[in-house]
């Protein structure tokens, strides 16, 4: 069965950091492209951040560039999220998605466009 399994989310202050992780399991994503979404209660789901195959190429949402980073280890195939200068309005929960394109540039931030997808970790900011 394939999965994608994040986890790092929790509780954090405003202003503190998550890492969050997405590990893969089943099969291998080494020639996927991967993203991070997050939906808040009552909202549609919003896209955050992608990542190329590679680790080389990376694409974010305006609201959060300079505060979150993606990346992807080599050996293990797990993908991050550095998330720093947390806000109240951060608050959501949090999914990881494959993409079986290898990278879709400014189209990766279109949800329809992933074929695998985590069950999502909470991340509560407090003001």
């Known amino acids: 069965q394939v999965q994608l399994v994040e986890s790092g989310g929790g509780l954090v202050q405003a202003g503190g950091s998550l890492r969050l992780s997405c590990a893969p399991s089943g099969r291998t994503f080494s020639t996927y492209g991967m993203g991070w979404f997050r939906q808040a209660p009552g909202k549609e789901r919003e896209f955050v951040a992608a990542?190329?195959?590679?680790?080389?190429?990376?694409y974010y949402a305006d609201s959060m560039k300079g505060r979150f980073t993606i990346s992807r280890g080599s050996a293990e195939n797990t993908v991050y999220l550095q998330m720093n200068s947390l806000k109240p309005e951060d608050t959501a929960v949090y999914y990881c998605?494959?993409?079986?394109?290898?990278?879709?540039?400014?189209?990766?931030?279109?949800?329809?466009?992933?074929?695998?997808w985590g069950q999502g970790t909470q991340v509560t900011v407090s003001s």
């Open positions: 998605a494959a993409d079986r394109s290898p990278w879709r540039g400014p189209n990766s931030d279109t949800w329809s466009g992933y074929d695998y």
């Open positions: 990542i190329n195959w590679s680790g080389s190429s990376t």
